[in-house]
């Protein structure tokens, strides 16, 4: 069971670059999330799904989009880079109450 | 702002003693909680959560205790090992609505 998987593990993009982290679960969650950790401090909510075909922002969404075209996938895609969004990217699911599974991370540099 | 938040940003103990993190959330109405664990360079570990019709959850070392009085929430971990050291967070759900975390306490155990 590999659970929540995200891709890639790393990556530096320049300025103005676009790029799609991948983000796929194997555990038949309807509820998925995207989060953003900077250095040092707590996750901030980006975008989030309850289900195929739904999404909404979350607290910091501006300079991404999402789909849900499939239970299993929520990718983030990042348009027109930015320093600003250099960070550590997270991906979540849940069944709703009780535990959320993270991925390990999405480390992205931009420069 | 944030509802919820951390009252200490790090904490040291000594390997065997007792640590207690605490979390202070404003939102009253919030009915679900979670304490993660994270790592360095790893995703967020779910460790134990509490529903608000409780005030004591215990799990493997760990105690959650959940005091809505005074909206406040604690995590105990008995005879703190090496291995604990992280970032703890706690964070709070309102009816299925994405977790909000707090910025987190760096826990430290001295050898």
């Known amino acids: 069971n590999a659970g929540v998987t995200q891709t890639p593990k790393f990556r530096i993009l320049k300025i103005g670059q676009s790029m799609t982290l991948q983000c796929t679960q194997d555990?038949?969650?309807?509820?998925m999330y995207w989060y953003r950790q900077d250095p040092g401090m707590g996750l901030k909510l980006i975008y989030y799904?309850?289900?195929?075909?739904?999404?909404d922002k979350g607290e910091v969404p501006n300079g991404y989009n999402v789909s849900r075209s499939t239970t299993e996938d929520f990718p983030l895609r990042l348009e027109l880079a930015a320093p600003s969004q250099t960070s550590v990217y997270f991906c979540a699911s849940t069944e709703g109450k009780g535990a959320t599974f993270f991925g390990q991370g999405t480390r992205l540099t931009v420069v | 702002g944030e509802s919820v938040g951390l009252h200490l940003p790090t904490l040291s103990v000594q390997e065997g003693d007792n640590s207690i993190i605490n979390c202070a959330y404003s939102n009253s109405a919030s009915d679900y909680f979670i304490w993660y664990k994270q790592e360095s360079g790893k995703g967020p570990q779910f460790i134990i959560d509490?529903?608000?019709?409780?005030d004591k959850r215990q799990g493997q070392r760990v105690t959650v205790l959940l005091n809505k009085t005074v909206k406040h929430l604690s995590l105990q971990i008995a005879a703190t090992q090496p291995g604990d050291s992280a970032v703890y967070f706690c964070?709070?759900?309102?009816?299925?609505?994405?977790?909000?975390f707090g910025k987190g306490t760096r826990l430290s155990v001295i050898a």
């Open positions: 555990m038949n969650h309807n509820y």
């Open positions: 799904s309850v289900g195929a075909g739904i999404t």
């Open positions: 964070a709070e759900i309102l009816r299925n609505t994405p977790l909000v």
């Open positions: 509490i529903r608000s019709n409780m």
